[in-house]
């Protein structure tokens, strides 16, 4: 090879006819662009493969569980999640700009499009903070940590922690066994529906103050005194609880109580109720449950027998599967209550059934929970249908929507922050003036990058945030 063939291959990989950044193993400019736009894309075919496993999850979910797509998107705040597509689209627009600016020369206008996106980004990772410690305060959290304070509608709930700001539970959870040891009835003792035109149960519930000490691993709670709370707090749906302390206006008055089911709390299962009449009755009234098993409430329903034997003429109700609620005193300030305020109710059982006397009769009656009314709740619209909905309890496996929300969100979150360092490196090159008509490579595959994780959002938002 002559010394002038090789002055001009020196020419073409020293940087003399463009950048100082065209590597000496590549032809030219053209042929280290291609490779790197090659390499980009391989890149972002196996980032699609990476999110495709979640979207697999989010369709099977979906297909089998549809109830828990349509009652968790209610806790997603869509203004939010708007907020941050249109954040996200317009730092598209300003990553592709400055790939166009590095094309051409324009320093100033590509340092101002690079810091444009890497605003934007900082931006979408400040909204989304905002959206992620608004669920960990509120316990709507993914597995399970899902312990949500409020339903999607916005009323409160009966947790686990039983440390909500602003509201107390009758439950007392066991953590070594993973259930309530105490503070759950069997909706069978009590009607849970305060909208029913029907029955309503007979209950007391009170607040009571006390000290808790821990004890060999035990927590012992030692009362030192309590008070009825009498009002029945108001509900948003059917308005005001009729003749069970609710107040006929909008107007709530505090402390008020409820029964709300949540069956991340009070678990269904059996249950059997009993009446004791006579001077050696210790209670007139109980009910008894939750067991796992028919067989399990048999057992105690037949040892409650003999027990009562001695105390009154007791009368049984037999073992009956249902679901389980319990009692939430609502308080209408942000103050969590810790362990020295505990609530606790006392509720009448449905009679037993009555025997009747016509031979051609059903044998058995249904429960009679309480007085009937006259008054007949009018049809609710398909608006009331969805507000009654949102304002219960969790369907189950609600939990593994926010499992699968908190995976793609927080994947996607971290490829943000991954952009944002990415981009904060071109800006400092951008500074410097290293990118020219002949090197603009890592502008242009950074703007790839960026524009596939807006795209992901662009699905998110509406899988996740709209569709219901």
Request: hydrophobic residues 40%; proline residues 6%; charged residues 15%.
């Amino acid at each position: 090879m002559s010394e002038q063939a090789h002055a001009a291959h020196g020419d073409d990989h020293g940087g003399h006819h463009g950048s100082v950044f065209i590597q000496h193993h590549y032809d030219d400019a053209q042929h280290q662009f291609d490779s790197g736009k090659l390499g980009i894309w391989l890149f972002l075919a196996q980032e699609v493969l990476f999110f495709s496993a979640l979207f697999v999850a989010y369709i099977l979910y979906r297909h089998h569980h549809p109830e828990i797509y349509a009652y968790a998107h209610k806790y997603l705040d869509v203004k939010m999640g708007a907020i941050n597509t249109a954040v996200l689209i317009f730092s598209s627009l300003t990553a592709a700009w400055a790939v166009r600016a590095a094309q051409l020369r324009q320093k100033k206008l590509l340092v101002a499009c690079l810091a444009a996106t890497i605003a934007c980004a900082c931006g979408f990772l400040v909204v989304k903070y905002f959206e992620y410690t608004h669920k960990v305060h509120e316990k709507i959290l993914f597995g399970r940590y899902f312990d949500p304070c409020v339903s999607s509608g916005g009323t409160p709930l009966l947790t686990r922690s039983n440390e909500c700001p602003g509201s107390k539970s009758s439950v007392i959870w066991d953590k070594t066994t993973g259930g309530a040891s105490s503070g759950c009835f069997g909706d069978v003792a009590l009607d849970v529906d305060a909208g029913a035109p029907h029955v309503q149960a007979d209950c007391k519930v009170y607040e009571v103050q006390g000290t808790e000490t821990t004890k060999d691993g035990k927590v012992e709670f030692t009362e030192k005194g309590r008070k009825e709370i009498t009002a029945r707090c108001f509900d948003p749906v059917f308005g005001p609880a009729g003749g069970v302390g609710g107040s006929s206006s909008n107007a709530q008055a505090y402390p008020c109580w409820k029964t709300n089911a949540n069956p991340h709390v009070c678990k269904g299962g059996w249950f059997f109720t009993w009446h004791c009449s006579g001077p050696l009755c210790a209670k007139p009234f109980a009910g008894e449950g939750p067991y796992p098993t028919q067989a399990a409430c048999k057992e105690q329903h037949a040892a409650k027998k003999g027990a009562l034997g001695s105390q009154g003429d007791a009368v049984l109700t037999e073992c009956a599967t249902s679901g389980a609620s319990g009692f939430l005193v609502e308080y209408g300030d942000h103050t969590v209550r810790k362990g020295d305020v505990r609530i606790a109710s006392e509720c009448k059982t449905p009679a037993p059934p009555v025997a009747s006397t016509d031979p051609f009769a059903d044998r058995v009656k249904p429960l009679a929970l309480g007085q009937t009314t006259t008054t007949t709740a009018p049809p609710l619209t398909h608006a009331d249908q969805k507000a009654a909905m949102y304002a219960g309890p969790p369907p189950e496996h609600t939990n593994m929507f926010f499992t699968i929300y908190f995976a793609m969100t927080g994947l996607h979150g971290v490829h943000v922050l991954v952009g944002v360092f990415v981009f904060i490196w071109l800006l400092i090159r951008a500074t410097k003036g290293h990118f020219t008509p002949d090197y603009f490579g890592p502008v242009d595959f950074a703007a790839l990058y960026w524009h596939i994780v807006d795209l992901i959002w662009i699905f998110l938002f509406p899988l996740l945030y709209l569709i219901h």
